[in-house]
């Protein structure tokens, strides 16, 4: 027989309607009345075979069946998910979050490190990273890139300088900058390192921005919108506000000619407007966006209608920055797995086994939201027989896809998902662990495929009409 497959998805787009296989992830689009004869074949006793749909829904019949929308077979479904369970990644770390202090000079009421708060803060080591814990933390990054098997020139692995706030210890940061810089020209897995740096940007100055540059050293600013209001959970150790002094050093970033992207929490605040965020753009010539969703801890609860409005807000924010010619990169790693139907195992290099976090005394971690308390730190780096690849705790965050989860089963956007935060997902409810869901993530990943459904199906009509008779 002839049967829609369970992981296919229909949405009704007024004239039309969109079937969608949610592990395919190819669109077909039917007219309302191909549909309606869609649904009476499938109804009907006729449809044992697929030669036997009728003869005006044939081709697109065919075209349902190639993409999987519909079965002809009872373990069609089966298979299908067992291909893709059996291409997740083995771990293969690529990543590294070098944690230059713990310390940080704000106390942003969200911040999922917890340093808003007094007992999570007091967890956190004084000590900063050391030069010779760098040089040893560079030394153990390459050796798991060549224990991962990327060790060929072609590979470009990703160095983040991170925190607490990252310039609070610039000149041991300065120091690894410059010395990976060096080994690129000895270590060929490397070669193509980019770095980078997530800063709240007020401990930069003119000399400190040129050095930075001159190291090949992208500066990422966090910064919640473009207004006091949106920015007023960001706030310095004595609750003052920053926003004022963020501003300033944009405008300093700006005069001295290095381009900077903004690392944009979205606040309860921020999400009220969209236009607040295209006046940043305008204003500093901004040329690429990273949108933070905010997450829940065990001191800081978010109600339901924050993930909505979050969701859309990044819609919305996405149809202007694309006019601007901007990346938001939040956005286009769905987009990029939708477009080629790939699926998206992952959205975090963590849940793929990807990435370290080396701590400033040398402790080895896989996510950097465990600072406060250094759970899933299972190393260090003076362990020279470690291999991330093969321990369990790399194996098992890697193993954390959507696919994996029997709750995502039914879910459309199950191939572009990525799965959302295992540390959010452990504390929103009591009892949840790292294969919880993050249900802040489900509702962004079903709008955001809802939205490449429909603009996909817009740019296809448009197209369609442009064309001459």
Same mark, same amino acid.
């Given at each position: 027989m002839v049967n829609m497959s369970r992981f296919t998805h229909s949405y009704d787009l007024g004239e039309a309607v969109a079937l969608y296989h $949610?592990? /395919?992830?190819?669109?077909?689009?039917?007219s309302k009345d191909a549909f309606r004869s869609l649904q009476a074949w499938l109804a009907s006793s006729f449809c044992d075979k697929i %030669?036997? *749909?009728?003869?005006?829904?044939? =081709?697109?019949?065919?075209?349902? =069946?190639k993409f999987k929308i519909l079965t002809q077979t009872e373990d069609e479904d089966e298979k299908v998910l067992a291909f893709v369970r059996s291409k997740i990644p083995a771990p *293969?770390?690529? =990543? +590294?979050?070098?944690?230059?202090?713990?310390?940080c000079n704000l106390a942003c009421k969200y911040c999922f490190l917890g340093n808003n708060d007094c007992e999570k803060r007091s967890n956190f080591l004084l000590e900063n990273m050391s030069t010779e814990t760098a040089d040893k933390a560079i030394d153990f990054f390459i050796r798991q890139i060549k224990a991962s098997g990327m060790d060929h020139a072609d590979n470009k692995p990703v160095l983040i300088f991170y925190g607490g706030e990252p310039m609070v210890n610039f000149r041991v940061l300065e120091h690894t900058a410059a010395r990976v810089n060096e080994l690129r020209k000895e270590e060929p897995c490397i070669r193509n390192i980019e770095m980078s740096m997530v800063t709240n940007g007020l401990l930069l100055d003119e000399s400190?921005? /040129?050095?930075l540059h001159e190291l090949g050293v992208a500066i990422a600013i966090s910064i919640d919108g473009f207004? %006091?209001?949106a920015n007023s959970m960001r706030v310095d150790i004595a609750g003052k506000p920053v926003f004022s002094r963020i501003l300033d050093k944009l405008n300093? +970033?700006? *005069? =001295?000619?290095?381009?900077? $992207?903004? $690392?944009?929490?979205?606040?309860? %605040?921020t999400i009220k407007n969209t236009k607040d965020i295209l006046n940043l753009v305008d204003t500093y010539g901004v040329k690429a966006f990273g949108f933070n969703i905010m997450m829940s801890s065990d001191t800081f609860v978010l109600p339901q209608s924050y993930n909505e409005a979050a969701a859309q807000f990044i819609i919305d924010e996405f149809i202007e920055l694309r006019e601007r010619g901007i990346y938001e990169d939040r956005m286009m790693r769905k987009l990029k797995s939708f477009s080629k139907a790939q699926v998206y195992f992952s959205d975090c290099a963590a849940t793929t086994g990807g990435q370290i976090v080396i701590a400033p005394n040398g402790q080895v971690g896989i996510c950097h939201g465990c600072l406060h308390n250094k759970q899933y730190f299972v190393a260090h780096i003076d362990d020279d027989d470690f291999v991330a690849a093969e321990d369990k705790n790399f194996i098992e965050w890697a193993q954390l896809s959507p696919v994996n989860h029997e709750e995502c089963m039914d879910c459309p956007a199950l191939g572009i998902c990525g799965g959302g935060c295992p540390v959010n997902a452990m504390h929103l409810k009591p009892g949840n662990t790292i294969h919880s869901i993050d249900e802040r993530f489900c509702v962004h990943s079903k709008k955001t495929l %809802?939205?490449?459904?429909?603009?996909?199906?817009?740019i296809i009509t448009q197209e369609e009409s442009a064309q001459p008779n």
């Open positions: $949610s592990l /395919r992830m190819k669109p077909v689009y039917l %030669e036997n *749909a009728p003869g005006e829904i044939l =081709v697109e019949v065919q075209e349902l =069946v *293969a770390v690529n =990543v +590294c979050y070098m944690i230059m202090s713990e310390q400190k921005v /040129r050095r207004t %006091e209001e300093m +970033c700006k *005069a =001295v000619g290095v381009d900077v $992207s903004l $690392s944009v929490t979205l606040s309860e %605040e %809802e939205f490449f459904i429909r603009d996909l199906y817009r």
